[in-house]
């Protein structure tokens, strides 16, 4: 499987500045580089510690996946069975969503929601219920998802309202390392440094996580 490496994504600007420090000079060239992989780092930090977005960490986890997704985008669907059963049989796997609603006003509304129904523990639920509604989302369809998700909608409200710096600003964030990377839609997955757009396969997916873990080892090993 080719991997596009996140560090060819990170932003035109970058891109096109590192070409044209290669005419000035080795050192110049070497410094520009080293600036194009602390910005990756810098943006792969934020994605993955971002302490306002839903996530499953368990302890001693030693990959993580982070995923842009929409809630009425039928590949986020398709994929999200996928996702779970990564998470039912490794146990060492970190999942961050990203809510990137890029489908309008109710796409806005259900990630909204879903991130603040974690303040009652209830994320990993309602996230389960609004990806497995069938049709088109609405916002009775949001309600009727938190109800089997069996989300308090009172106490949900009252984190919407509380939480709203949090929130709003956790999916503007999101939006603007989205458009810094060059993401056109949704789902996009980020393994390790490698981006993989689109609602790849499962045996994809894990050949990613590995592939991570051994550049994990990999690095370990250089800094004995």
């Not at 994504?9 to 060239?29: E, H, I, P, R």
């Not at 910005?39 to 934020?46: A, E």
């Not at 999916?171 to 390392?177: K, L, V």
């Not at 499962?202 to 873990?213: D, I, S």
């Amino acid at each position: 499987m080719k991997k596009p490496s996140l560090k060819t994504c990170v932003a035109t600007a970058a891109a096109l500045m590192l070409s044209g420090m290669a005419a000035l000079g080795a050192n110049t060239a070497a410094s520009a580089q080293n600036s194009v992989e602390n910005t990756r780092d810098r943006i792969l930090d934020s994605l993955q510690n971002d302490p306002d977005v839903p996530k499953v960490a368990p302890a001693g986890y030693d990959a993580t996946i982070i995923i842009f997704s929409d809630y009425q985008c039928p590949y986020c669907h398709q994929i999200h069975p996928t996702l779970e059963k990564l998470l039912r049989e490794d146990r060492k796997l970190r999942i961050v969503y990203r809510d990137w609603p890029i489908f309008g006003a109710v796409s806005t509304e259900a990630a909204r929601a879903a991130m603040a129904s974690r303040y009652q523990g209830k994320h990993a639920a309602f996230n389960d219920a609004l990806l497995s509604t069938k049709g088109r989302l609405s916002s009775e369809g949001i309600r009727q998802a938190a109800a089997s998700a069996g989300v308090d909608w009172a106490r949900l409200q009252a984190d919407l309202a509380r939480h709203r710096t949090e929130i709003n600003g956790a999916i503007a964030r999101t939006d603007h390392y989205a458009r810094i990377i060059g993401l056109s839609g949704t789902p996009a997955l980020i393994v390790d440094s490698y981006l993989l757009p689109g609602a790849v396969s499962e045996e994809t997916l894990k050949e990613a996580v590995q592939h991570a873990r051994r550049n994990q080892a990999a690095r370990a090993a250089e800094q004995i």
